[in-house]
């Protein structure tokens, strides 16, 4: 075992990472810890050429500098991406240097039967298939490392800021997957990593086509062509969208969107590449069941999880099953069509406030998306909604006197905290929130057999029903057709209250 010594081509800074002849080997480059463990050396196995050290100078120099000096630039460095800092050069090869992976991003236990891949990294691909999280599977996950359905949201969502991010630097991915994406579903955390890949669009042209699953049926309809061919379609900021769908759809439901048991050729390989790109079609394709799920081919592992009749899409709620419409049927073979990162960020925010917690102690899932229904139930377990349910539409003031409602509703349980985007529609709830903009301003309670509302920073909450202000420190019952007034201030929201499951 040595340590070496290696400098950035960048600026001449000093690196050191550990040899012990066995470095740890992907597809395209050999891993090395440094000594203090906070960052490895990732060295190509192959030479680059001048357009790919151009290209890589670029993500390491103008692309950091960009995240770096913008808002939120320590949520994407520290939480979103591993980004790679810098360049070294030895023996003509180049290399890398990249942060380390949090701790959170290393299994605790892995297998529940086992301690085999205990302090692996938590490849996304672990997380987005059913056969791992069925706990009569030989190789299930330990239930802890699994995560609340709930969290799976918020998985999402960082991986489509992700996306998001790198489209409005003018970037796009090439191959975005869940084996370039580490999850952790405990905290709802996502890191893109191996970004050694991205394209410049008109500069430095893809070079791979992506990974199987992902890539987009435009791709894989033209790979026949040459790359010269005005006809080809290589990656790019459309085919991102494409992937981040099927991740979002994957992590969600635990399938594939486009696997079903229509098939196009008898040879296995021309009809993967038929039914992934030019004749691809949505599993769950409201009029045309021809590529639906049959139950004489789901293994017995993903049963569950694959059948659509039991567990659709529309289990996700309205503002996700529009966006997998528009992914799926209008965007599949339309790439202009197809939702946007931001899209993505916004529907599954929103989503997450129409969510309920399951009272069956035993469900698995935890939660599930209020139905819209006045008799809600568990999707995954059945279970009923036990006793009232306050639902809060929200408004904006169009004008003076006028609201209209925002297409945003809020579903109250025990103990459920309101927040400064919920108040005023001028708050995003993005990654640019600052730390008083992270907390809470109310909290909803059953109290007294009563649901109410105590108002803990709120200076301008009123109830418009009773005419009443309700100051700081006070509560006011959430009855049927109440409204309050939530904020005074330019961008304040009023709310209109309904009363399910009576």
């Not at 939480?79 to 949090?102: C, Q, S």
């Not at 990294?121 to 009569?136: D, M, T």
Request: proline fraction near 5%; charge should be positive; glycine fraction near 6%.
């Amino acid at each position: 075992m040595s340590i070496v010594s290696v400098n950035s081509i960048i600026n001449g800074a000093t690196y050191q990472y550990i040899d012990n002849g066995d470095p740890k080997s992907g597809t395209a480059k050999n891993v090395y810890f440094s000594p203090d463990k906070k960052y490895v050396v990732a060295i190509f196995k192959e030479k680059q050429d001048f357009n790919q050290r151009e290209r890589l100078k670029n993500i390491v120099t103008k692309y950091l500098n960009q995240i770096q000096t913008k808002d939120a630039g320590q949520y994407y460095l520290e939480e979103v991406y591993r980004w790679p800092t810098d360049i070294i050069e030895i023996d003509d090869k180049i290399g890398l240097i990249v942060p380390i992976y949090k701790p959170k991003f290393f299994f605790k236990k892995g297998y529940s039967s086992s301690d085999l891949i205990k302090g692996e990294e938590k490849n996304g691909k672990w997380f987005a298939g059913a056969k791992f999280r069925n706990s009569q599977f030989p190789l299930s996950l330990d239930s802890d490392e699994l995560g609340k359905w709930l969290n799976y949201f918020q998985v999402c969502v960082n991986l489509s800021r992700g996306v998001k991010k790198l489209h409005q630097m003018g970037l796009s991915h090439s191959d975005l997957s869940y084996n370039n994406v580490l999850v952790d579903p405990t905290t709802g955390s996502a890191c893109m990593i191996d970004l050694d890949g991205l394209v410049v669009p008109g500069l430095y042209p893809a070079e791979v086509i992506g990974t199987a699953d992902f890539i987009a049926p435009e791709v894989l309809s033209t790979k026949h062509l040459n790359k010269t061919d005005p006809n080809r379609k290589l990656p790019n900021r459309l085919t991102d969208l494409h992937a981040l769908a099927c991740l979002v759809y994957m992590y969600l439901l635990h399938r594939h969107p486009l696997k079903g048991s229509k098939v196009h050729d008898l040879d296995t390989e021309k009809d993967d590449l038929l039914s992934m790109g030019e004749k691809a079609l949505f599993i769950e394709h409201p009029t045309d069941k021809t590529n639906i799920l049959k139950i004489k081919d789901i293994s017995k592992w993903d049963a569950y999880w694959a059948d659509v009749k039991k567990l659709p899409y529309t289990i996700t709620g309205p503002y996700l099953k529009e966006l997998f419409e528009k992914a799926f049927i209008d965007g599949l073979h339309n790439p202009m069509r197809r939702p946007t990162a931001e899209e993505w960020e916004i529907g599954l925010l929103k989503t997450t406030d129409l969510m309920q917690q399951c009272s069956n102690t035993n469900c698995e899932q935890k939660w599930y998306v209020f139905d819209n229904t006045n008799t809600p139930s568990c999707p995954f377990c059945g279970t009923k909604h036990k006793g009232t349910l306050p639902v809060l539409d929200l408004y904006y003031q169009f004008k003076p006197t006028v609201w209209r409602p925002e297409n945003h509703r809020l579903m109250v349980y025990n103990n459920q905290y309101l927040f400064q985007w919920h108040v005023n529609r001028n708050i995003s709830r993005s990654e640019k929130l600052t730390a008083e903009q992270k907390v809470p301003v109310g909290y909803f309670t059953f109290h007294n057999n009563k649901w109410v509302l105590v108002n803990q920073k709120l200076n301008g909450l009123k109830d418009l029903t009773d005419s009443k202000e309700i100051k700081i420190g006070e509560m006011v019952e959430l009855t049927d057709g109440k409204k309050l007034l939530l904020s005074k201030e330019d961008g304040g929201r009023l709310v209109l209250i309904t009363m399910a499951n009576k």
